[in-house]
């Protein structure tokens, strides 16, 4: 039973397969995982522990750079927004869930503050109104939740 490896070749099962990635680049030879050099003609194929490696060029690597640092900017941004997004939620729901409006309130007043803090470090202007508005409302949620709370404790209300 043969079957067919995608490059045309077909192959028996219990034979070892090899693509094009898998060969010496310079006899062609097929090459067995971990090696550093060719069975048969003696090339180094690479390591990443070989200090004879050929090294990476140097442009190359600082553009890799600069993307990812780039990428790591925005998702800074976009995690600061959605919690600047989130706080201002959790502070307009503080006012409407007794008892769980403490912890929603709190959680509101430290997303919006840390949402604040990263927007202004990034120097983003868009979502610092959320945040600021999520500081604000999560902190009337929590001064409501008191109040609901005395309200409560001085009519002899069950809770």
Do not use: W
């Amino acid at each position: 039973m043969c079957y067919n490896t995608g490059s045309g070749r077909t192959a028996v099962p219990g034979i070892e397969m090899y693509s094009s990635s898998n060969l010496c680049h310079q006899c062609g030879a097929p090459l067995s995982a971990g090696l550093a050099n060719c069975r048969n003609c003696g090339a180094q194929v690479g390591t990443v522990f070989s200090e004879e490696a050929v090294q990476p060029d140097a442009a190359k690597t600082t553009h890799r750079r600069k993307v990812a640092e780039h990428i790591d900017h925005y998702q800074i941004v976009e995690k600061a927004r959605d919690r600047a997004n989130n706080s201002l939620i959790l502070g307009l729901a503080s006012f409407f869930c007794p008892g769980a409006g403490f912890i929603m309130g709190s959680v509101a007043v430290y997303f919006g503050y840390s949402a604040l803090q990263k927007l202004k470090a990034c120097n983003v202007e868009e979502g610092r109104g959320y945040a600021m508005a999520g500081v604000v409302t999560g902190s009337f949620g929590l001064l409501a939740q008191v109040f609901y709370t005395l309200y409560v404790i001085r009519s002899g209300l069950p809770i």
